[in-house]
């Protein structure tokens, strides 16, 4: 019988990303504020402290379940959580994992998306060996693009009608960074 998943903590230069913990409520409740962010996570709305842990407990289940690994990105100057990343590896069996995140209102714009997904990709892709990891990006949504390439992934398609959001079928951009590509790939 497994344990589960072991959440690691991981370098992201300026940040760090890490296991959620109770004291990142007040992220929580500033992503439960937000327009956006319910509707592609599990962020509860409306947001209660009680609602809140139960969000952090969701995101150590996940890797009990062995169903991934979700990371608090942490600014590492005052130890605040500012986002989300996780790595979903329900298809290893296929050779490949996805990714997603998101950033707090009031921390974007200071690279933190990209670094988490560029260490959650090397880290994916090396030290787990995972031969691809994907993401898929609204087509409106320019700046998680923008995170995705400066990150190091490629665009590989449109996907029409691909998945159901906020009660709303939705386009989504299919992005991937490959095994064979961290040789070349350097970060920014």
Known sequence: MTDGLVIPELDAGPFL????RPGDLPLIEEAAADAYIPVISSVPVPYTEA???AFVQRQHDRARECVGYSLAIVDRVGDRAVGQIGLWVTELAEGRAATGYWIAPSARGRG???RALAAV???ALTDLAIPRVHLHVEPWNTASI???ERAGFQREGL????MEL???RRDMLLYARVAADEQTWSAP
Do not use: I, M
Not at 159 to 162: E, K, N, P
């Open 51 to 53: 609602a809140g842990l």
């Open 112 to 114: 933190a998306a990209g």
């Open 121 to 123: 990709a090397r880290w």
């Open 159 to 162: 996907l029409r009608s691909w």
């Open 146 to 148: 923008r995170t995705a």
């Open 166 to 168: 906020g009660g709303v």
């Open 17 to 20: 990303l890490r296991p959620f």
